[in-house]
């Protein structure tokens, strides 16, 4: 599917104007940085389930509170996430949308049933 047919727009990225693009590309580089690390994306997607405690994150993760901990701190300044706090109890859920519907896509494209091997894994050394 090329760039922009998903909303019938044939001209995709040529509508936009080069600072418009880069004001674009750059959400979208901070966008992806925030989601370019195992742990936030692990995070992502056991809270695409629903809302989650910490605890039961790390359980989920095998991770230590401290790491689990800096990693939502990371998702949460970047808007990706919000928090609520109930007793001493802190539980984190998808904010984002776009981040949910990434989220959706990974899954699709890396853990689902029709899920293949990139080609950069399948040739990957050993």
């Known amino acids: ?15 936009l104007s080069a600072d418009e693009m880069s004001v674009r590309a750059a959400e979208a580089a901070a966008f992806l940085k925030a989601l370019s690390h195992e742990g936030r994306l692990m995070i992502l ?20 509170q401290a ?9 949460r300044s970047d808007g990706m996430v919000a928090a609520r ?9 998808i904010r984002d949308p776009k981040a949910a519907a ?3 896509m990974v899954y699709d494209m890396f853990c689902g049933p029709n899920a293949k091997p990139s080609l950069a894994a399948q040739f990957a050394p050993v």
Not at 2 to 12: E, I, Q, T, V
Request: hydrophobic residues 35%; charged residues 20%; contains cysteine.
């Open 45 to 64: 997607c056991h809270l695409s389930s629903g809302e989650k405690s910490v605890t039961t994150l790390e359980d989920l993760l095998g991770a230590r």
């Open 67 to 75: 790491a689990v901990s800096q990693q939502l701190a990371r998702l």
């Open 1 to 15: 599917m090329a760039l922009g047919k998903r909303n019938n727009d044939p001209l995709g990225c040529a509508t």
């Open 102 to 104: 990434i989220m959706a």
């Open 85 to 93: 706090r109930d007793g001493k109890t802190i539980y984190y859920s």
